[in-house]
Each structure stands twice: as structure tokens, then as C-alpha cells.
T-cell receptor
Framework: SQQGEEDPQALSIQEGENATMNCSYK?????LQWYRQNSGRGLVHLIL?????REKHSGRLRVTLDTSKKSSSLLITASRAADTASYFC????????????FGKGTTLSVSS | DGGITQSPKYLFRKEGQNVTLSCEQNLNHDAMYWYRQDPGQGLRLIYY???????QKGDIAEGYSVSREKKESFPLTVTSAQKNPTAFYLC???????????FGPGTRLLVL
């Protein structure tokens, strides 16, 4: 049961450019999270945005949430080669006490 | 040094064999999770546990079994009933369900 779907599936940019990836989901949520995964590694939590928040910043990351459109975006500014990774959004299901549901991810390649 | 560990890093399974993947955390988290990751599929939930001695099936539990006898440990057994076990297995934990998850480094399971 896939709740979040990231778009695009793959993104290639040059160092210094901004990278934007989007996530759409189907049902009401309490919060939405973004995670990063380097190739062959575990996921690392980047940021959590709650349903009553519209925008959140963390360093070079900016996340927006539009609950009316059931969508979120992750913006990475001034990308670096080290940002090359897969990025996943995760949402909580509408039932309390259940696990997060992850999308299929966006693979970002940043070339120097 | 707090965190979540998985072992082994690589595991080879023969036909008809059961294998067990280890997951240990010292973060004092109540909730633990097992995910399977195939290329292009994102993360799919196998099992999760919100408390000791209790666990629930995820989306793809068939062919897998778990136990949660201790708060720190959540081992996953891939049984011979799982016909396509080759994948990257990720374990995660969180303070409670639907909040930020902390991931281990993963175990890659291959079939001989």
C-alpha cells in the first residue's frame, strides 16, 4: 500500500544548482517526513513537517506541505556532489499506532 | 555510542534454508520495524512491533517471521517459504509509531 509517490523518479543536476523533488499522497496525514539514502546504506532522517505546518527549513533544505493538494516538496539549495543519494518521503497512515509508509524515492545525481 | 546495528552485512541462503537477520538497538525505542528494499520498489514493510512481545504484519509478511522478546532486539527470519528472498533488508526503530525512524546499515541477502 504505497501512500507517498515521489516525482521525478530521477534527477540530474550540476553542483551549485537547486534540486526540487515532490511527493504526493492519498489520505489524510498527521505528519510527513523526508529521508535520504546513500547507495547501499540505511536511510537517514532529514526533516519532519506536521500537518498544521506549511513550510520548514533545515540548513540547505526547505520542505513545504500543502494538505489541500496532498503534496509536499523538498528543495535542496546550492547542491553539492555529496548530496547524490535517493530521497524518500514517508507518511503516517490515518490509523494511529501503525507504521510509516514510504514512497519509491527520487534518485538525485549531482555532478561536479 | 547509541544506534541501531544489523548483522551480518551480507548473508547467503541456500534453497530450503531458513536464515535469521539480526537487529539490535540501544536507543531505548519501543517500536521496531523490518523493511525489504528491491531496486526501484522503495521500502516495503514486512513486520513491525510497537512493544515487547507484540508485533504486526506489514504489507509483505508472507515467508517471514519475527520475535520481540527483548526491547533491544527484533530478529527477522526468512523462511524457506519466501521464494524470492534476494533483497536489501533494513531494520529501523522509533520512540513510538509514526514518528522519526532510525535505520540500521542493512543486510543484503543473496541466494546461492
Amino acid at each position: 500500500s504505497q501512500q507517498g509517490e515521489e516525482d521525478p523518479q530521477a534527477l540530474s543536476i550540476q553542483e551549485g544548482e537547486n534540486a526540487t523533488m515532490n511527493c504526493s499522497y492519498k489520505t489524510s496525514i498527521n505528519n510527513l517526513q523526508w529521508y535520504r539514502q546513500n547507495s547501499g546504506r540505511g536511510l537517514v532522517h532529514l526533516i519532519l513537517i506536521r500537518s498544521n505546518e506549511r513550510e520548514k527549513h533545515s540548513g540547505r533544505l526547505r520542505v513545504t506541505l500543502d494538505t489541500s493538494k496532498k503534496s509536499s516538496s523538498l528543495l535542496i539549495t546550492a547542491s553539492r556532489a555529496a548530496d547524490t543519494a535517493s530521497y524518500f518521503c514517508a507518511t503516517d497512515a490515518w490509523q494511529a499506532g501503525t507504521a510509516l509508509i514510504f514512497g519509491k524515492g527520487t534518485t538525485l545525481s549531482v555532478s561536479s | 555510542d547509541g544506534g541501531i546495528t544489523q548483522s551480518p552485512k551480507y548473508l547467503f541462503r541456500k534453497e530450503g534454508q531458513n536464515v535469521t537477520l539480526s537487529c539490535e538497538q540501544n536507543l531505548n525505542h519501543d517500536a521496531m520495524y523490518w523493511y525489504r528494499q528491491d531496486p526501484g520498489q522503495g521500502l516495503r514493510l514486512i513486520y513491525y512491533s510497537q512493544i515487547v512481545n507484540d508485533f504486526q504484519k506489514g504489507d509483505i509478511a508472507e515467508g517471514y517471521s519475527v520475535s520481540r522478546e527483548k526491547k533491544e532486539s527484533f530478529p527477522l527470519t526468512v523462511t524457506s517459504a519466501q521464494k524470492n528472498p534476494t533483497a536489501f533488508y533494513l531494520c529501523a526503530s522509533s520512540i513510538r509509531g509514526q514518528e522519526t525512524q532510525y535505520f540500521g546499515p542493512g543486510t543484503r541477502l543473496l541466494v546461492l
